[in-house]
């Protein structure tokens, strides 16, 4: 009978949740995105590789390679994930430059170019690219240690 009881009242008590992480937690870096493709299309990629505009790749100026991060439109809400594969001139005034399909994917092909906001995927994503840059991280990214909840 108690042990009916137990497991009763242990159903009814909720388990420990995390509190959720901040919304801006994972944000590091707010600016404009364009797209690239035909151009380019089965042309090397900085990092080696043959760029294929239907891929859900980017050229970022700084990011590690490989690295795979949420790009998110301002205006609408639509986000796309892609691997970091490819850079950007240090001179360009955007942050990143999409492959056709994610730039697709955004609703880029009409605008050009739109406001984004780039985010990693976890908080240990975050402590990789501090210990990327070391000591000099751009100016522009947003790096900050992310505590999470016990």
Do not use: C
């Not at 980017?58 to 490819?86: C, M, Q, Y």
């Not at 050009?112 to 995927?121: D, K, L, T």
């Amino acid at each position: 009978m108690w042990n009916w009881l137990l497991i009763l009242v242990a159903s009814l008590i909720p388990e420990p949740t995390q509190p959720p992480l901040a919304p801006d937690a994972l944000l590091i870096q707010e600016g404009t995105a364009s797209f690239y493709g035909r151009r380019f299309h089965l042309k090397r990629t900085s990092n080696g590789e043959i760029f294929h505009m239907d891929s859900l790749t980017a050229a970022h100026k700084t990011l590690p390679f490989d690295t795979w991060v949420r790009v998110s439109r301002e205006d609408t809400g639509d986000f796309v994930w892609v691997r970091i594969n490819d850079r950007l001139p240090k001179t360009s005034k955007r942050i990143i430059d999409l492959s056709r399909k994610a730039g697709t994917q955004l609703g880029l092909l009409e605008d050009g170019i739109a406001r984004v906001r780039i985010e990693v995927e976890n908080p240990s994503e975050i402590e990789r690219l501090i210990e990327y840059f070391g000591d000099n991280p751009p100016a522009t990214m947003r790096l900050r240690p992310v505590d999470e909840a016990i």
